[in-house]
């Protein structure tokens, strides 16, 4: 219950193409929802985060959109660009605790 | 500091030994957060501070892994007996307090057991 599915571990997108990445959860006791960027040798870094009780946020060319009943959320990046390639890794926080629960990444290459 | 800094930022070390990780947060941030990276997983959480005291300490896999948080700022995650499982990126992260929704990650110690 405490997993968060994440899919594809994969993909290759050309530019100026959508990608997206799907995460499913089971624990309906998640209430947080972000996104993270790890660039190669870096930290993640937060890139954009949702609560359940909106269906879709957008931040420039990034959107998180979410599916509270069937436990769902993917990001999609439009108008994708090199400087996109990077591993995302969705995540879930539990309402009270302080811990992110993270899935397995995705890298992402956006072919010139 | 400006961001959330960790040392070394690469160690390697015999099967065995005992190893210490630092983590210098970003300053005024009162929660503090060890994950580990191991290749091609996500992230997978090990400790939680809020000041000096660690409210959840579900994560550290064994007993061979422990942390400390002095002053509300420094923390120091110390691995003994390493085995070659342990090998691992170890990252840190920072965040204003309890509640506050964004953590802010370091670089990360990669950790190599040979």
């Known amino acids: 219950q405490q997993q968060v599915k994440q899919s594809p571990q994969s993909l290759i997108v050309q530019k100026g193409g959508i990608s997206i990445i799907n995460c499913a959860y089971e624990n309906t006791a998640f209430d947080y929802f972000p996104w993270y960027q790890q660039f190669p040798g870096k930290g993640p870094a937060l890139l954009i985060a949702?609560?359940?009780?909106?269906s879709e946020k957008k931040e420039g060319r990034f959107t998180i959109s979410f599916n509270k009943s069937a436990k769902q959320f993917s990001l999609h990046i439009m108008d994708s660009q090199p400087g996109d390639s990077a591993t995302y890794f969705c995540?879930?926080?539990?309402?009270?605790?302080?811990?992110?629960?993270f899935g397995t990444g995705t890298r992402l290459l956006v072919s010139p | 500091g400006a961001g959330v800094s960790q040392s070394p930022s690469n160690k390697v070390t015999e099967k065995g030994k005992d190893v210490e990780l630092r983590c210098d947060p970003i300053s005024g941030h009162t929660a503090l957060y060890w994950y580990r990276q191991s290749l091609g997983q996500g992230l997978e959480f090990l400790i939680y501070f809020q000041g000096n005291s660690a409210p959840d300490k579900s994560g550290l896999p064994s007993d061979r892994f422990s942390a400390e948080r002095t002053g509300g700022s420094v923390s120091t995650l110390t691995i003994q007996r390493t085995q070659q499982e342990d090998s691992a990126v170890y990252l840190c992260a920072s965040s204003l307090g309890p509640g506050d929704t964004e953590a802010f990650f370091g670089q990360g110690t990669r950790l190599t057991v040979v």
């Open positions: 995540a879930a926080r539990r309402t009270g605790f302080q811990k992110l629960v």
């Open positions: 949702i609560r359940p009780d909106v």
